[in-house]
């Protein structure tokens, strides 16, 4: 018989997900700002940085790179102090006091709770870069009080922060798994089928395009599991698992390099541990059928 014990999982607690935030964070918005001191989230590309030393600890007080201090943008309160995000160019160099860390490392440095704070502030960047100008009119955008939200000048037609969905699937065959592979990713590295979702599509149906476009397979049962906030740059990571209904692989997608068959004892190398794609594989024991 097939176990299908969905609800023993909980991806909700998965890094970038806001319930890593919980007993630390409050969203708010730019114009609620307070003013004073804070603790400050410094973001160079993809990297944040904490006290050196220190990866539980975020930089506080005055702004650590006064020359940039006005570009700073509230984002609520982290532990009861004024949190404060500041974008940093490439060519700045940060002091000596302060240590880089990669919000996409394989091995993650920084507890569940920055990496998810970073990338609430890696989303936020990528909003504010994108909505400088009104897609309707190219007219200057400005903010709704007390919303994340923009409002054009010239047309008055309101704009929101855009999160993309997009699936991802654990596809069963008896006691096999289905991994693909892109040819960017890390040497050796399989992952699970994915996409964004297309016009007029429900979840269970863009996952069911997917594994068939990518792989030529047939899927059936397609069951949520849970979903993962991914800010690389914007995105909603829908879990599903589905069982094979039928075909052979035929890599039909040029993004991908390979699909294979796995059995769970003869895993290749895997993503990281902080990604809903792990989590899946990791769970597959859930799925397999039981003799």
Not at 53 to 77: I, K, M, V
Not at 85 to 112: G, K, N, Q, S, W
Not at 211 to 223: D, V
Request: hydrophobic share 40%; net charge negative; charged share 20%.
């Amino acid at each position: 018989m097939l176990n299908q014990s969905v609800c023993a999982m909980d991806i909700s607690t998965l890094p970038f997900n806001r319930t890593c935030l919980d007993r630390y964070f409050d969203l708010s918005t730019p114009d609620q700002n307070p003013g004073g001191d804070g603790v400050w989230v410094l973001l160079q590309g993809m990297q944040l940085f904490t006290l050196s030393g220190r990866p539980e600890q975020l930089p506080s007080g005055a702004c650590p790179l006064p020359p940039l201090a006005e570009n700073a943008l509230y984002l609520g309160q982290w532990q009861g102090e004024p949190c404060r995000l500041l974008e940093v160019p490439e060519d700045t160099a940060l002091p000596a006091t302060l240590e880089a860390h990669h919000l996409r490392a394989t091995e993650p440095t920084l507890p569940a709770s920055l990496s998810s704070l970073g990338g609430i502030g890696l989303m936020v960047l990528h909003w504010e870069a994108t909505s400088r100008f009104c897609g309707n009119c190219d007219g200057t955008m400005e903010r709704l009080p007390g919303e994340w939200g923009k409002f054009c000048l010239q047309c008055g037609t309101h704009h929101f922060p855009r999160i993309h969905p997009c699936v991802i699937g654990l596809i069963v065959r008896g006691q096999q798994i289905l991994l693909v592979r892109k040819g960017e990713w890390a040497t050796g590295r399989f992952g699970l089928v994915a996409g964004f979702v297309e016009f007029g599509e429900s979840l269970e149906e863009a996952m069911a395009r997917e594994a068939l476009e990518e792989t030529g397979i047939n899927i059936t049962n397609i069951r949520y599991l849970g979903s993962q906030s991914w800010p690389f740059p914007s995105q909603l990571m829908c879990g599903f698992v589905a069982d094979y209904a039928g075909g052979d692989i035929d890599l039909r997608d040029q993004e991908l390099c390979a699909a294979q068959w796995y059995a769970l004892d003869q895993l290749p190398t895997l993503p990281p541990s902080r990604s809903i794609a792990r989590y899946l594989i990791d769970h597959a024991a859930d799925f397999i059928k039981q003799d």
